[in-house]
């Protein structure tokens, strides 16, 4: 049940800041809320992004007044990018190329081959007194912009395989000799042996057209039906000896795919989080960083993942899969499940479940919860006191498709997918704080009432939501788009109350946003120095202390809202 209540101007996260009005009842639930409030302490963090700051991190005196700054507005804690999407690093690394320049259609950026920036960077945050956690790409070796750089380009055999599919009928592949339509205007270049045929919305023949002629004749579909276009010869050989009245039937079968392969495929160029080899040489790269720099800690950014519901299909998940159910799959890939087309345009539309589909959500959550052990325990073995963190998109619904549960491994929510052996996959509680991306434009769920707008839609929703998920297992800290507040400084501060009210601090993505205006906000929100969370020592011990003597206890927790968010948000 939500309840509104204004809360006094002291009791607010930044009583400086023009008070909101807030479901305080939830947003201000839990014991690490409690915990928190108790010791005064917030996490507000800053991202420094690889790619997007070379030009501001490129030199020890660019990067010694660039962390005085953040000190001076109020910041407790900088996150620092030395491993992009790429690949390359921006530290001199005996495991990963360099990052020596950044192309953009407007300049290049560079960094200089013999420059060490989180050298500068480490040196300068503790003469000031910042924490300084550094930030990493996991499963992603490449960039689509950069199609001849990244490991994963030297080596394909690394690339995560996904799962497509090909259309065809009678055994004909649909492509570019063989075509649906079902709009003539976009007709391809015709030739005198094209054909062409139009088919009901049953897939049943009932005209047929000479292809040279079909774009004279520019004639229409009936409901529900489309155009069978053949350009080749072979192909429309074939169809000229199909007759009115027959029915041609699509047929969809699985084929696989390394991810470079693909013409069109998302930005990162994604890797298989079952190759060994891949594995390894992230928690080399850990052991790298955490042994050679003093810093207080390691985050993993979004790309702790799989790169979507069709990855990975590899010869090795699938090996992988086999071990851990104890018996080999007899229908590969369909028991997992098989893609739909939609009629007419035999588009693939949606993924059918097949007998081993849940299991097969369990293992790749439960493969990417053993890796974020290993890579917690690397870290900690080099120095036990540093901390290990995640970076995850807010829209928790999202994840059970990319294999990453970073919820507490007991959590109750009425969410389709949360069956007991998903839940116990939950990864918050090997962690020391996470970061959720709660990249709303609207600050609370007051003001989307106001607006008329989706409640989900909020940062306040989607802090309250990260906080009930993750449950006490660790510290969370709502992450910002600081994109969404150029020239809304208002809301950036109603954010801002928002944010800390519902967790234990704030993360803003990113210095290189358009910081300089909101320089002045943050000095007003942050004039009372806190420490964060991660860097009191003891206190996440007394926070899971609390916890389990809390569960002992047998008091239920109250039910979990869930709001309807956006998929997508935070990745």
Partial sequence: MISFVTLTQQSLPFPQLPSVVLDEPNTGYGLAQQLCRERKAQGRLLWVDATANIDRVN?????QVLVAKIKSVGFNTIV??????????????????????????????????????????????????????????????????????????????????LYENTVAIEGNTLGENLQILTDTAKLPKLTPESYAVALDKDGKLVALFEGAALAALTPKTSEGGAFLLAVGKDEAAWLRSKKLGESLQPTVTPRFARLGEMAQRQVPLMTNPHHPDVRQRLLDILTEVASGYDIDGVIFDDRLRYAALNADFSDLARKDFEAWRGQPVESWPQDIFRWEVAWPTLERRWAVPGPLYEQWLVFRAQTLKRFVSDAARTVKAVKPGLCFATYVGSWYPDYPELGANWAADDLQAGLHFLSDSYRATGWAGLTDFMVTGCYYKIPTLRDALTLGRNIGDTVEAAG??????????????????????????????????????????????????????????????????LPAPHTLPGLLPELRRRREKKKASGKPEPPVILYRGTSGTGF
């Fill in 80 to 161: 620092f990018d030395v491993k992009p999407i790429l690949g390359e690093t921006l530290y001199p690394s005996k495991l990963a190329p360099k990052l020596t320049e950044w192309v953009r259609p407007w300049a290049t950026y560079k960094l200089p081959a013999d420059f060490d920036p989180l050298k500068v960077m480490s040196t300068e945050c503790r003469k000031q007194g910042l924490s300084l956690i550094v930030a990493f790409n996991a499963f992603s070796e490449g960039h689509r912009e950069f199609p001849k750089k990244g490991l994963a380009v030297a080596k394909p055999e690394w690339q995560t395989v």
């Fill in 464 to 529: 309250q939501f990260s906080n009930r998920a993750v449950g006490d297992a660790t510290f969370v800290y709502a992450g910002i788009s600081l994109e969404h507040y150029k020239g809304r400084p208002e809301e950036l501060k109603r954010t801002l109350q928002a944010a800390c009210a519902t967790t234990q601090g704030i993360m803003c993505f990113d210095l290189s946003h358009d910081i300089e205006p909101l320089w002045p906000l943050f000095t007003e929100a942050f004039k009372t120095p």
């Fill in 59 to 63: 030199t020890a005196e660019k990067i």
